[in-house]
T-cell receptor, first 118, second 113 residues
C-alpha cells in the first residue's frame, strides 16, 4: 500500500520568505509526527498530532514554526520569515495510534522535504 | 534530558566483514530502543526494535542488543554487503504512553566491494 508521502521533495527559498511543507500520512493513521534533520544529525522531534489536534508541540523551535492538520489526515508545516538556520530535511511520520504496547504505534517515515534557505 | 550518542560517526569496511555499531543513552528510563536505516533521499526504515525488558533482537544478519542499566545498545551486522551501505540511526522512546523518539546522530556505513 501507499506509504507516507511528502511534497515538495526539495524546496529552495530566500531568507525571509514563507514556506509550506505538506505531509500525506498512511490512510487511517491517527497520529502524525514532524521531525527536522540537520546535516550530520539525527532527526529531532518538532510536533505530533493525535487526530486534528497538536498534542505535543514542545519541539517547535520558535513561533515562526506552525503546523496544522485540519481534517485529521494531511498536515502542513508552515515556516514564516525563514532563516538560513532553518535549512534541513523535514521528515514526517505517521502511526496507527499514539502510545501503545501492541505495536500499533510503529512510526512509518516519509522521504522528507529538503529545505534550503539562501 | 535524554541524549543519544552513536559511535563511530563513520565506518568503512571491506565486504564480508562483521561489524558493530554502538549507541549509548544518558537516561536509562526508556520504554524501547529502535535501530533505523536511512538511505540518501529516502525515509527511515525500521530494522529492529528492542523493548526495555528484552536483551536482544535478531533479524537475518542483524542482531541488536540492549543493556538498559548501562545505557548501551549495539547493532551487529554479520557478513556485510555493499547493499548495507547506509546511515544507521538508533532512537529511544521514553514512555509507553508517549511516542516521541530521541535519535542519535547516526553512523555512516560504507561497505566496499
Amino acid at each position: 500500500g501507499a506509504g507516507v508521502s511528502q511534497t515538495p521533495s526539495n524546496k529552495v527559498t530566500e531568507k525571509g520568505k514563507y514556506v509550506e511543507l505538506r505531509c500525506d500520512p498512511i490512510s487511517g493513521h491517527t497520529a502524525l509526527y514532524w521531525y527536522r534533520q540537520s546535516l550530520g544529525q539525527g532527526p529531532e522531534f518538532l510536533i505530533y498530532f493525535q487526530g486534528t489536534g497538536a498534542a505535543d508541540d514542545s519541539g517547535l523551535p520558535n513561533d515562526r514554526f506552525f503546523a496544522v492538520r485540519p481534517e485529521g489526515s494531511v498536515s502542513t508545516l508552515k515556516i514564516q520569515r525563514t532563516e538560513r538556520g532553518d535549512s534541513a530535511v523535514y521528515l514526517c511520520a505517521s502511526s496507527l495510534t499514539y502510545g501503545s504496547r501492541f505495536g500499533t504505534d510503529t512510526q512509518y517515515f516519509g522521504p522528507g522535504t529538503r529545505l534550503t534557505v539562501l | 534530558k535524554q541524549e543519544v550518542t552513536q559511535i563511530p560517526a563513520a565506518l568503512s569496511v571491506p565486504e564480508g566483514e562483521n561489524l558493530v555499531l554502538n549507541c549509548s543513552f544518558t537516561d536509562s528510563a526508556i520504554y524501547n530502543l529502535q535501530w533505523f536505516r536511512q538511505d540518501p533521499g529516502k525515509g527511515l526504515t525500521s530494522l529492529l526494535l528492542i523493548q526495555s525488558s528484552q536483551r536482544e533482537q535478531t533479524s537475518g544478519r542483524l542482531n541488536a542488543s540492549l543493556d538498559k542499566s548501562s545505557g548501551r545498545s549495539t547493532l551487529y551486522i554479520a557478513a556485510s554487503q555493499p547493499g548495507d551501505s547506509a546511515t544507521y540511526l538508533c532512537a529511544v522512546r521514553r514512555s509507553e504512553y508517549g511516542n516521541k523518539l530521541v535519535f542519535g546522530a547516526g553512523t555512516i556505513l560504507r561497505v566496499k566491494s
